[in-house]
């Protein structure tokens, strides 16, 4: 309803001119600042030359010339149009729903009762405070956007400004391995690239994305895939590391987790699954499994896990352990392959 002291300004379009000088006098006792045109054209022109002028239209059906479902539409296309309140007389229901289908605020029965011009007042004031109504609210969604869009750019900054300095870090360690000449040290280096490296590729991922809250997996694991194949695998006797991944989206703090424990697990097959030299394959696979649930497969055709305990440091089992912790979870190696194949079940 109105507020305390507001002043609404009218627009009466109507060729009846004793009604247009009743409705005038009334709507003016109760607060209104009422104009009147005597047809379709006229109210038209008034509404183009004095944009903005006024808060509210109520509009006759029957005038001379063109009828308000002729000049209802003009004034709905007109650029940010008041509401139209459509005025018409008893027993003509079906022209009240043909002006509401056609953009109407409301409808009023049009009679020379004192009812009318109370009817007429309380449906100008609903079609004003709906409009007001209607444009805070899109005046908030407009700040919320605004706003959200201002974070996501803040948060696209940051994952680029993450990314560039993780590739930093790697790097300086490239530096440092060229004038390493210990074996263990420059393999161990490699390895804390190469997971360095998993995490920066995800944060390359999110600020070059539209959605910031997840990752493409499959097109994640492709660019880690080809990013490990030259890191820790370079020669050409080394094993060929494949991916067969089908498209899915998972959370950044799942990408990371899975990225790490990918890394680790093929930088594992690549140092003990084949002797050197020799060859042999790789393979990542990723597809979605039963009960909403997405299952990663890491194996090789090596020999195996033989006693079945750790080889190297357990660095690298203990952050496997780690991350499939994180995805509540833990990876699971199958005996009955040939070689190695870990598994590792996780929540979409």
């Not at 004793?18 to 022109?45: I, M, N, P, Y």
């Not at 005038?63 to 296309?77: C, F, H, K, N, Y």
């Not at 011009?117 to 969604?141: C, F, G, H, I, P």
């Amino acid at each position: 309803m109105r507020t305390q002291g507001e002043v609404i300004r009218l627009l009466y379009i109507d060729d009846d001119r004793g009604l247009s000088r009743l409705v005038e006098k009334e709507l003016t006792r109760h607060g209104f600042a009422v104009a009147c045109a005597s047809d379709g054209d006229a109210g038209l022109e008034i509404l183009a030359s004095r944009a903005g002028d006024f808060d509210v239209v109520a509009l006759d059906h029957y005038m001379p010339g063109r009828e308000g479902l002729d000049v209802l539409p003009e004034i709905i296309a007109l650029k940010d149009p008041p509401p139209v309140v459509y005025v018409t007389g008893a027993q003509e229901g079906r022209i009240a729903v043909a002006a509401l289908r056609a953009g109407a605020a409301d409808y009023v029965i049009k009679d020379v009762s004192e009812d009318f011009t109370t009817l007429l007042r309380n449906a100008l004031e609903e079609a004003v405070s709906r409009r007001r109504l209607q444009r805070e609210k899109d005046e908030a969604q407009e700040q919320v956007r605004i706003a959200r869009d201002r974070a996501e750019a803040m948060l696209r900054e940051v994952n680029h400004r993450v990314g560039n300095s993780l590739q930093l870090v790697s790097s300086f360690m490239s530096l440092q391995l060229r004038h390493l000449a210990d074996e263990g040290a420059r393999a161990a280096l490699k390895e804390s690239q190469a997971r360095i490296e998993a995490v920066a590729h995800v944060h390359r991922r999110l600020y070059t994305s539209g959605d910031m809250s997840s990752v493409a997996m499959d097109e994640y694991l492709e660019g880690l895939i080809d990013e490990l194949g030259k890191s820790v695998g370079p020669g050409d006797s080394s094993p060929n590391i494949t991916l067969q991944a089908e498209p899915m989206r998972v959370s950044t703090d799942q990408a990371v987790s899975l990225g790490v424990v990918v890394t680790e697990l093929v930088t594992n097959a690549v140092k003990y699954a084949y002797a050197p030299d020799q060859g042999g394959e790789i393979r990542v696979i990723l597809k979605p499994g039963p009960n909403g649930r997405a299952l990663l497969t890491v194996e090789d055709d090596g020999p195996g896990m033989g006693d079945g305990k750790a080889r190297g440091t357990g660095l690298g089992g203990k952050i496997i352990t780690a991350m499939a912790s994180g995805l509540r979870s833990k990876v699971e190696y199958d005996g009955e392959h040939r070689g190695v194949r870990a598994r590792l079940a996780f929540d979409l």
